[in-house]
């Protein structure tokens, strides 16, 4: 333990699993604790998480960090908030306790409904939002709550109800209930905030019919949300930095001009570019906020924008193969099994096991194996389920690669960037470069920078930027055009399964 050292506590909190990195001031990793927690499927297409179970998971690995790093609580000079977005969680704020499950971003409960909406909103929504209307979002959630859950009804009567993304329930449960905030890039994928004018939107909330006062106040990405309360660290650390988690590691992959763009392979896949502090819109693309900071020299109107790609299924494929099919033990083992074939031998699976996000956005999709034949095994299918992560991301690159710089590459990372097939097939379907980034933890590590920022731990991006370093190079190496264009049928035959 060293007496004069100064921490940032980054707590990550993904779909699969809580995670807490303490990071020093050179934004080295001095201590990490990661909790797996349980995966509600109440209903085909339904996806819940405990509220208090991630609430707790995250508690647990804040405090295991610290204790595994051998440091003084009272070192932690901040704390920075980064989730999963959208997920939303309903409480009562006389008690603190949830008056539901957390309803996950990836569920489809309110799919239908959404459906009802497009012809009247699509545009208005995607103008105001920069989102396309799906089930995806906050909002429509938000909604089947109030309307189906009668602790929700009672709770809206008495004005007790809260609607808290991840960031804000953390921020409230740390802050032992005093602090309900959240930031821009959080609040931008409610779907009812408008990221022109950065406010609650008065007309989504009644489409939706969601009252401000149950929502979370908006604040910078790096204002002070509160103090943690005494009971949980001894101490009371402040809460300087909140971001979304597909934000977070834009930020962390020092992708802070305009045109970097980076590719995180989580539970989803997410292509984010920095697309500078004018809002934009893109038909392939969602606009999104990708964060707001109080700085004296950008006044509050010009956050830094981003455009975004979202695919729902990602790693989320693997962990179907071994919790859903059990032709795997571990996803480590996937990658071996891949490169054991010579290649796909005609087989694809699409991964719409909750329907498809860009560029589709079919809610009607599912998931689909095709090609199978007597000789097919389960390296097969393992082989088709790696790849279908990278064809989903090809899907969203190649449409736009001549717009981009031609110096451009990847930047990947994510828990499945470890597998090097996957990124080697990547760099082979786009034909560009990409990197893994020494740091596989870009998302913890982006929210550091930006408390550390606020600490002074870095003066700058330019400061922050010396600290990246590429950890391998995929170089294309292969024509993979063949292979993209059959993806593209077995696509097309996933569409609208269900009407
Ligand atoms: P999140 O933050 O969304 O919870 P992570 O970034 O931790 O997700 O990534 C976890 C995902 O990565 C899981 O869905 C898992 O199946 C996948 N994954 C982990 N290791 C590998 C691997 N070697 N190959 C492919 N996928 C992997």
């Known amino acids: 333990m060293d007496k004069n050292k100064k921490y940032i506590l980054s707590l990550d909190q993904g779909t699969t699993s809580s995670r807490a990195l303490l990071i020093d001031e050179s934004g080295k990793v001095v201590g990490k604790s990661q909790k797996e927690f349980k995966q509600i499927f109440p209903k085909p297409s339904w996806v819940e998480h405990d509220p208090l179970e991630i609430w707790n998971s995250q508690l647990e690995t804040a405090k295991d960090a610290i204790l595994k790093s051998n440091i003084n609580a009272k070192d932690i000079h901040a704390i920075g908030i980064t989730n999963q977005r959208e997920t939303i969680v309903a409480f009562d704020s006389k008690t603190g306790k949830p008056v539901y499950n957390a309803i996950v971003w990836q569920c489809r409960r309110t799919a239908a409904y959404c459906d009802e909406l497009k012809p009247r909103y699509k545009t208005k929504i995607k103008e105001k939002t920069g989102l396309e209307i799906d089930a995806y979002f906050s909002a429509s959630k938000m909604k089947w709550i109030l309307e189906n859950i009668p602790a929700a009804v009672e709770t809206c009567r008495s004005k007790s109800l809260r609607f808290g993304t991840i960031d804000s329930w953390l921020i409230y449960n740390l802050t032992g209930g005093k602090s309900f905030y959240t930031d821009p890039s959080n609040a931008s994928r409610t779907m009812l905030y408008n990221i022109k004018e950065n406010k609650y939107d008065k007309e989504l909330l009644e489409i939706f019919g969601i009252e401000e006062w149950m929502l979370p106040e908006v604040m910078h990405s790096n204002r002070d949300f509160g103090l943690t309360d005494k009971k949980h660290f ?266």
């Not at 389960?378 to 110096?407: N, T, W």
């Open 234 to 499: 001894g101490v009371e650390v402040p809460i300087h930095a909140v971001l979304g988690d597909q934000q977070a590691a834009l930020f962390g992959q020092c992708c802070f001009k305009e045109g970097d763009l980076k590719v995180t392979y989580g539970t989803g896949g997410f292509l984010l570019i920095n697309i500078g502090s004018q809002f934009k819109l893109n038909e392939n693309f969602l606009t999104t906020i990708a964060w707001s900071i109080n700085d004296k020299d950008m006044p509050w109107h010009a956050p830094t924008y981003a455009f975004e790609g979202s695919t729902f299924i990602s790693g989320a494929i693997i962990q179907w193969l071994r919790d859903g099919l059990g032709i795997i033990k571990d996803s480590s083992e996937c990658e071996k099994m891949a490169i054991g074939l010579n290649n796909n031998e005609g087989v694809y699976l699409v991964p719409a096991l909750v329907g498809l996000g860009a560029p589709h956005w079919d809610q009607g999709a599912r998931g689909t194996i095709l090609g199978l034949t007597r000789g097919s095994t389960k390296a097969h299918i393992v082989r088709a389920a790696i790849e279908s992560m990278a064809y989903q991301i090809a899907d969203l690159i190649l449409p736009v690669k001549k717009e981009l710089p031609k110096d451009t590459f990847i930047k990947a990372d994510g828990g499945a960037a470890k597998n090097n097939f996957l990124l080697q097939f990547q760099a082979d379907l786009l034909q560009m470069p990409l990197t893994r980034s020494s740091q596989a933890e870009a998302t913890a590590l982006g929210i550091a920078y930006l408390a550390g920022l606020k600490l002074g731990f870095w003066k700058s991006f330019e400061d922050i930027q010396k600290t990246w370093h590429p950890d391998e190079l995929f170089i294309p190496r292969t024509n993979r055009d063949k292979e993209y264009s059959l993806w593209k049928e077995a696509v097309k035959r996933a569409l609208k399964w269900e009407q």
